[in-house]
């Protein structure tokens, strides 16, 4: 019987392998985790993909004529897309208080551009002088090329980066260790107990190691950290989701 469990499970990731590789997100039955994987937080953070779990949900991407503003406010393209609210799973360990529960994402694009907003409450950063804290990341799963060695950590990441003040200071998107990083439009921050950071991307990039949005029918996996900078307190990540764009 075990071994027919096993063959299952094989049987079910190459499936839902070329679903994606085809632009589909299937959903999969919840009872069949993969082999040693735990209901918790940690298998989304070291295992972004997991070709025998659906994604918990989908970030909508709607066609707009005109981009909307990066500066982390609301204007009235953002108003209408559709939010998304990712729950984040950030543990305590100690008094100190909870990190980042719920994040809301909210994504437009134009006809070669993608935007992005994310919002949630928080705790601004000290006030330090000269310093830049790592303060988002989105993490993409990005395939291998041929001929290449895998990268190191199988995402792209979209890391937003502040100041001693809560101010976007900028954005890189990041390739580990293939790709370096590139300059992404970014702005944003920390106000009145919440952030906001607003960014933009090619929807195809130069960079052969980013992730691409060049097939629009397709869905892109990500999931979301936001990192606490406390001692004791682990950082705020979710499950696993899926990009799409929708006319």
């Known amino acids: 019987m075990t071994g027919v469990k096993m063959g299952l499970r094989r049987l079910l990731a190459i499936l839902v392998l ?28 070291f295992e972004p993909v997991n070709l025998n779990r659906a994604p918990a949900g989908r970030l909508e991407a709607s066609r707009v004529s005109a981009a909307p503003r990066l500066d982390g406010q609301m204007d009235a393209v953002w108003a209408m897309a ?3 609210r990712i729950p984040l799973a ?8 909870q990190g980042a529960r719920e994040i809301e994402l909210r994504a437009v694009h134009t006809a070669d551009t993608l935007y992005l907003l994310a ?8 006030d330090a002088a000269d310093t830049t804290f790592n303060q988002l990341t989105i993490h993409w799963t990005i395939p291998t090329l041929a001929g290449s060695p895998p990268p190191a950590c199988g995402v792209a990441c979209h890391t937003a980066y502040v100041d001693g003040r809560g ?6 998107s990041e390739t580990i260790p293939q790709g370096g990083q590139d300059a992404l439009s970014a702005g944003g921050g920390w106000a009145e107990g919440a952030w906001s950071v607003a960014w933009s991307r090619p ?10 949005f060049d097939d629009l029918s397709a ?18 990540v979710s499950k696993p989701y899926a990009l799409v764009f929708v006319p």
Not at 20 to 45: K, M, Y
Not at 219 to 236: M, N, P, Q, T
Request: aromatic residues 8%; contains cysteine; charged residues 15%.
């Open 82 to 84: 559709q939010p998304l």
């Open 167 to 172: 101010r976007v200071a900028y954005m890189n």
């Open 219 to 236: 869905c892109y996996l990500f999931f979301v950290k936001i990192f606490e900078r406390a001692d004791g307190r682990s950082d705020a």
């Open 119 to 126: 919002r949630w409450p928080g705790e601004p950063p000290p």
């Open 18 to 45: 070329v679903l994606l590789s085809a632009g589909g997100c299937v959903p999969l039955p919840a009872a069949l985790p993969a082999p040693g994987a735990t209901d918790g937080t940690e298998q989304a953070v």
């Open 90 to 97: 950030a543990p305590s360990h100690g008094s100190g208080p």
């Open 203 to 212: 929807l195809v990039s130069a960079n052969a190691y980013d992730v691409q």
